[in-house]
């Protein structure tokens, strides 16, 4: 690894761990930046895992005032998360490298497409919300933001289909990770009612947990580049808290815009040289 390619990975990792937390995606800029220095696909997947761990980690520290009255629901939504990671590792590390190869380019337009799709889910998350959270509506289908002295959100709020979803997402999200939050997001945004910014720490603190449950399993089988990896987590922590704070004053329409034309061009590269 020459100082080129370490810078390369620096930096990716710390845009990668600030647009996980902003708008999601940063696994389209970090898989890349990874396969720009010559690592294999595969390889490349696994040090990205291992990696942009430390930005989950660090966008859900960030967001630990949106979490603090949220145990109940991490509860009830954490064990499908792990699972869902668990599952996702290990048909990743039983797929061939070719085969896994072949299927990236359309991984990432997969990809690009949930982050283009982000907006719409907002949009209908926020019309539930509104729907939902009316003068009439009893505490039971209200559990917005809680007032003082109100009981925070429980377990009996998250419904099966909510934690299957979860759990699709987090073998998604194990397998490939590029759009995981996005997915996270949709999910629990239009499954549980509840004020955008908690859902966003929720999806944050659960998409930490689907890629440490991946990690372990990857740190076991020693398919990692461990130069790259060690870039990553240190540049992704720093760019995940310094995104989480981003996050309540920026407008992510422009970024995700960004991130949507970075990973349509690099599917194409990708499909070109097949």
């Not at 048909?91 to 896994?100: E, H, K, W």
């Not at 991984?107 to 009316?134: D, G, I």
């Not at 509506?137 to 934690?163: E, F, H, I, L």
């Amino acid at each position: 690894m020459g100082p080129g390619d370490a810078l390369l990975a620096a930096g990716a990792g710390l845009l990668a761990g600030a647009v996980n937390a902003i708008a999601g995606g940063g696994t389209l800029i970090a898989f890349p930046a990874l396969l720009a220095t010559g690592l294999p696909a595969l390889t490349a997947n696994i040090t990205c895992s291992v990696g942009l761990v430390t930005g989950y980690a660090g966008g859900a520290v960030g967001y630990r005032r949106e979490l603090a009255d949220q145990v109940d629901r991490l509860r009830a939504l954490g064990p499908p998360a792990l699972l869902g990671g668990l599952t996702g590792a290990v048909i990743l590390l039983a797929t061939p490298s070719s085969s896994f190869r072949a299927v990236v380019p359309y991984l990432v337009l997969a990809s690009c497409l949930l982050l283009a799709a982000q907006t719409r889910l907002a949009a209908v998350v926020a019309r539930r919300r509104a729907h939902t959270v009316t003068p009439a509506a009893s505490p039971v289908t209200t559990p917005a933001v809680p007032a003082a002295g109100a009981q925070p959100p429980t377990a009996r709020t998250v419904t099966w289909p909510t934690r299957f979803g979860v759990l699709i997402a987090g073998v998604y999200g194990s397998y490939f990770g590029a759009g995981l939050g996005v997915l996270l997001l949709g999910v629990l945004g239009i499954l549980l009612t509840d004020d955008l910014q908690r859902t966003n720490g929720l999806k944050t603190l659960l998409a930490f947990g689907v890629n440490a449950v991946g990690v372990v399993v990857f740190l076991i089988t020693a398919k990692v580049a461990w130069g790259y990896a060690g870039i990553l987590v240190v540049a992704s922590l720093a760019g995940g808290l310094i995104g989480a704070r981003i996050a309540r004053r920026m407008h992510p329409a422009l970024l995700r815009a960004a991130v949507i034309t970075l990973g349509v061009v690099v599917a194409i590269v990708l499909l070109v040289r097949g």
